[in-house]
């Protein structure tokens, strides 16, 4: 993939502090784009956004979504081209804690940022992202399709139901007319380098090392679609582009790795097993694991898979790296952290090894 399109476009990045926006602001830097991000501080410490120093390359912007004024004072100040809206409260366990602040964040942020688009006259194509999670989950073994029915069950996803029911809505009514593209993306599990977020798999593998535990893990037999973090960011950058000459492409897209290497997160944590104690820290710090099954859990889904096949059809799409690969790679990252290293060149030979696989 060729990220040339970019070079001095004006792109507004909303969530640029968190994981995924960390790593989307990185890319868009490093094929010229002129960024602006606007987001909450980042909400880990360590953070990608701190590590890569991303304050440093781009207009940074500590603002929140649910403030329409900053945001619109900022959004036409950036007189942006392109939009990725990224910002959200993403954890399904912290939607139970706080459901009300989940659905501001989720819906009305959604709703601010597509008012902005609205008042634009500078937009050229807009990505909403939304999460695999969306539909209304009846534990069936195959795929998700587009078509299929919104209805998250937890606050957060049935939140990211309502953002994605909303956005097709300002499309129907405003921004067709306008001539201006939209897609809602919805990615499944993403892992990688760089996630130090609570109550995902691989950063509590990283922390369980790191205080000589082991990972108590709740499900081991729930299925996610996993994949590395470049697979739907590549995608949210090529839908960006393309959607702009060929409008007609604009729409719904699920994004995730091929059904057959959907994995059970105890697959997920053999491929991490073998992959850390293989290497030269495992030696020193192995990895274990173990299942413990916690009372008065919130509802989680036991099966949740995703039909890429409109993506594929489309846009000639597939993924690149395997679930095992994705670990791999974020076990790389991760060694490049541990031993005091710029973890920012890690990120250029991954962006560089994924672009020129075919």
Not at 196 to 225: E, G, H, W, Y
Request: proline share 5%; glycine share 6%.
């Amino acid at each position: 993939m060729d990220l040339s399109f970019y070079k001095n476009k004006r792109v507004f990045v909303t969530g640029h502090t968190g994981f995924k926006g960390a790593w989307l602001s990185f890319l868009l830097l490093e094929a010229g784009a002129e960024v602006t991000g606007y987001a909450l501080n980042p909400p880990t410490t360590p953070s990608l956004y701190k590590l890569c120093k991303l304050e440093k390359q781009m207009k940074s912007v500590i603002g929140d979504v649910r403030d329409y004024k900053q945001l619109k004072k900022e959004f036409d100040e950036a007189r942006p081209e392109v939009v990725f809206h990224l910002a959200a409260q993403p954890l399904v366990r912290e939607s139970y804690v706080s459901p009300r602040e989940t659905y501001e964040i989720n819906v009305m942020g959604t709703v601010n940022v597509l008012e902005c688009v609205r008042n634009s006259d500078t937009v050229q194509s807009v990505i909403i992202v939304t999460t695999d999670k969306v539909y209304r989950n009846d534990n069936r073994v195959k795929g998700y399709v587009e078509a299929d029915i919104l209805n998250g069950y937890d606050p957060y996803s049935n939140s990211k139901s309502c953002a994605d029911i909303l956005t097709d809505s300002y499309v129907n009514s405003f921004l067709r007319n306008k001539n201006i593209p939209v897609s809602v993306l919805r990615a499944g599990n993403v892992i990688g380098g760089g996630d130090f977020a609570k109550d995902r798999l691989v950063p509590d593998c990283f922390r369980a090392i790191q205080t000589n535990s082991k990972v108590m893990i709740r499900n081991p037999r729930s299925t996610r679609p996993f994949q590395h973090v470049l697979e739907p960011l590549m995608v949210y950058l090529m839908i960006a582009e393309r959607q702009i000459n060929k409008p007609e492409l604009a729409g719904a897209y699920n994004i995730g790795p091929d059904e057959t290497d959907v994995q059970s997160v105890s697959e997920m944590l053999m491929h991490f097993q073998t992959i850390w104690n293989g290497g030269e820290f495992g030696k020193n710090t192995p990895f274990d694991w173990s299942y413990s099954e916690e009372e008065n859990a919130p509802h989680e889904s036991a099966m949740l898979s995703l039909n890429c096949d409109k993506l594929k059809s489309n846009f000639s799409w597939k993924p690149k790296w395997n679930a095992y690969e994705a670990v791999y790679k974020s076990i790389e990252w991760m060694q490049y952290y541990l031993k005091g290293k710029d973890v920012s060149v890690c990120m250029q030979k991954q962006m560089k090894e994924y672009m020129s696989q075919k």
